[in-house]
C-alpha cells in the first residue's frame, strides 16, 4: 500500500506543478509542421491528461480543416496556432472538438488572442491545484469516488453552460 500512496503523492504533485507557457513565452517566429509537434511535446508531454499519442500532423491538419484554429500560412505556424492546440490538446480531454471550436471562436469576439490565452493557462493551472489539492495523501476508495463524482459534475456543469450560452447566442 505504501508504494501506492507515494505514487499517488507523485502524481499529485505532478498535476499541482503543471505549468503551461505564457502567450510571451511562445515562440514569436514561423514553424514548420515538425517544429509545432515537438514544442507541443515539450509544453504538454508532462501533463496527465495530454494523450500519450500525442499530437499529431493530421490532427493538426484536420483542426484546420474543422476551422478550430487559424490556417497556417504557407505551412508555417506562429505562436497562435501554438495558443490555440495547447488549449484544444487540454479541452479535449473533456469537451468535443465542435464545442472546442466555438468556445475558442466566441471568445476572441471581445477580447485578444493573448488575453484569452494566458487567462485559459491561469484557469487551467488553478483547475488542477485545486483536483490535487482535494486527494488526500490517502489513495482510498473514498478518495477516487469523491475525484470521480467531481469530474463527472464538473463535466455536466460544463455541458449545460456551453448549452445556455449557445442557445442564448444563436436564438
Not at 500512496?5 to 514569436?28: H, I, M, S, Y
Amino acid at each position: 500500500m505504501g508504494d501506492t500512496t507515494n505514487g499517488a503523492a507523485d502524481f499529485c504533485a505532478l498535476v499541482a506543478e503543471q505549468k503551461l507557457p505564457r502567450w510571451e513565452e511562445l515562440p514569436d517566429l514561423e514553424l514548420y509542421m515538425d517544429q509545432v509537434l515537438s514544442l507541443m511535446e515539450r509544453y504538454l508531454g508532462s501533463y496527465p491528461g495530454f494523450d500519450r499519442k500525442g499530437l499529431t500532423a493530421s490532427m493538426v491538419n484536420n483542426y484546420v480543416k474543422l476551422g478550430v484554429m487559424p490556417p497556417p500560412v504557407k505551412k508555417k505556424y506562429t505562436r497562435i496556432h501554438l495558443a490555440h492546440l495547447i488549449m484544444i490538446c487540454v479541452l479535449k480531454a473533456s469537451l468535443p472538438i465542435d464545442q472546442i471550436k466555438n468556445l475558442i471562436l466566441k471568445s476572441v469576439e471581445n477580447a485578444q488572442e493573448s488575453e484569452i490565452y494566458n487567462k485559459f493557462c491561469e484557469d487551467f493551472e488553478a483547475s488542477v491545484r485545486q483536483a490535487a489539492d482535494a486527494v488526500s495523501a490517502d489513495p482510498g476508495i473514498v478518495t477516487i469516488y469523491r475525484a470521480a463524482l467531481r469530474a463527472q459534475a464538473e463535466q455536466a456543469l460544463s455541458r449545460k453552460l456551453y448549452e445556455e450560452l449557445f442557445r442564448a447566442s444563436m436564438g
